[in-house]
């Protein structure tokens, strides 16, 4: 039995360039029955040692073995002996692959192109089969995002595995497409930010192929009025970034121009925007156009993780770039500063609804922090609890009953006793939640709510709480959620249920979704300015290990 061909990719197209071409050949629909009888019994995926998406070899051959005897033996790619025009926008789409941050040898792009000139049967038996797995790997990177993330750390990559998906509804679309060009633009993911970040990805690889940007010498802090060689790489690296003019490149003044381009830059990277290029600003010029490459690769597979309804307003948390957005696909209405989970308390990555508010809440102390931090404090002062208006029951049932904590001997009370008590902070200026919290329940038990402390949102790195969000302007998000002056809630009517210092429990008129992401890279939308954000929780090096393409002019 003749195989698949077992040549290198250079022999191949060597032997099909011994072809002519122009050379006509009528092959009858019995000639493709054979020759596909032929291949598909050898097994192409397992021949080449594919193993995609989860399935092995075998599973992908025993589906292409059901694919092309639906179509009676014959190929869906190949008209009048040779590629159809739907082969070519197959062949185009997965070369031009790396413009979505993917890697076009992935869809076999090497061996498509050196089958494609042949003008046997066999040739083109191998090209179809060839098309159909390349395309369809192509489909399942952007539909679901590739799978190596999720089997590296299923943990902490849970939300890789949240898009479902209906594959046999989109293998009949794929396979029954008459403009393929435009199917495979719709696999991409649709939202907005992903679709900036694809613009700034191809002005960042054209930026790698002329050579990127200098690297600055390493000195004393640079300040505005200071005289130092070292301010003409400075002034090329800002310009290079579209970050200052390219006037007075050859100034070596750090003059007020240069300091108001600063601030621009160290507000793109979320750093103190003092105008002064000190270690964190220095290291941040001097990451290398690679790098931010590589950052925007990730950050845009991120997004193929996401369910695709985008229609109706929703709630989206940047933990990475400390922020929280309210609004409709490409529409902002509200932003604002959050504190997110500081390291080892990282808040998670996932996506829920948003089902009411609660106002003048209570805050019941998870276990692990009532064992942790409020146990010390009471073996230390009885009086804690009462000190900061908690309260203490004896277990966590609805008919648990409130015991005395002056009462209790806490030097004798392990960590795993204190577990089974619940404690309870009443409604009030010093309770954690402060005025209200945005709740959609979920099994991390992470909420959005207010703080007593607003002092902490002066800071440029937020990560200081247990895992939940903390807003800067909570009533504005609550009168967002529930309607604004449109459906009477207005900022006068919360403040007046705050002031009334009683709990009242608000559902929304409608749920509303709520995607806690983590993006380091992000275009505002307004004024088309890619900011970079520090990987604070340091997943950005593991995705890219995971997945995505080591960063190029033309990967």
Known sequence: MRRWQQMTIAAAIAAVATLSVAQAFAATKQDYQNEFIEILEIGPATELKINVHGKVSADLDRSLSDLY????????????????????????????????????????????NAYKEGNSVADLVRLDVLLSMGMMHYVADQREGRIKPREIDPV????????????????????????????????????????????????????????????IAAGETLKSGMNDPRIKQVRTRLAITGDVSADNMDSTLFDSELEKS?????????LQPDGAIGKQTLAAMNVTVEDRINQLHVNMERYRWLKRDIAGPRVAVN????????????????????????????????????????????WTLPPNIAANETLPKLKKDTLYLKKHNMKIFDGWGSDSKEVDATKIDWSKVTKKEMKQYRVRQEPGPENALGTLKVVFPNKYDVYLHDTPTHSLFKEEKRAFSHGCIRMSRPAEMAAWLLGGKDKGWDIERISEIVKSGQRKVVKLEEPIPIHILYRTAFVEPSTNTLNFYEDVYGRDKILANACCPKAGAQP
């Open 69 to 112: 005897h639906s179509n009676e033996l014959q190929p869906f790619w190949i008209e009048n002996g040779k590629p159809s025009k739907r082969a070519e926008d197959i062949i185009s789409t997965l070369e031009d692959a790396g413009s979505h941050g993917l890697v076009a040898t992935d869809y076999y792009v090497d061996w498509i």
């Open 262 to 270: 600063v601030k621009h830059f160290q507000k793109r990277h979320n």
């Open 319 to 362: 933990i990475a770039g400390f922020e929280i957005f309210a609004g409709e696909q490409g529409k902002i209405d509200l932003s604002m500063p959050v504190i997110v989970g500081k390291l080892r308390h990282e808040t998670p990555v996932f996506s829920d609804t948003i089902k009411y508010v609660d106002f003048n809440p209570y």
């Open 156 to 215: 902490l990559f849970e939300s890789a595995s949240d898009e479902e998906i209906d594959w046999s509804t989109l293998r009949q679309a794929a396979f029954g497409a008459s403009d393929m060009k435009a199917f495979l633009e719709q696999q991409a993911p649709p939202f907005l930010q992903y679709r900036e970040l694809q613009k700034k990805l191809t002005e960042y690889r054209a930026l790698a192929a002329s050579g990127g940007w200098p690297q």
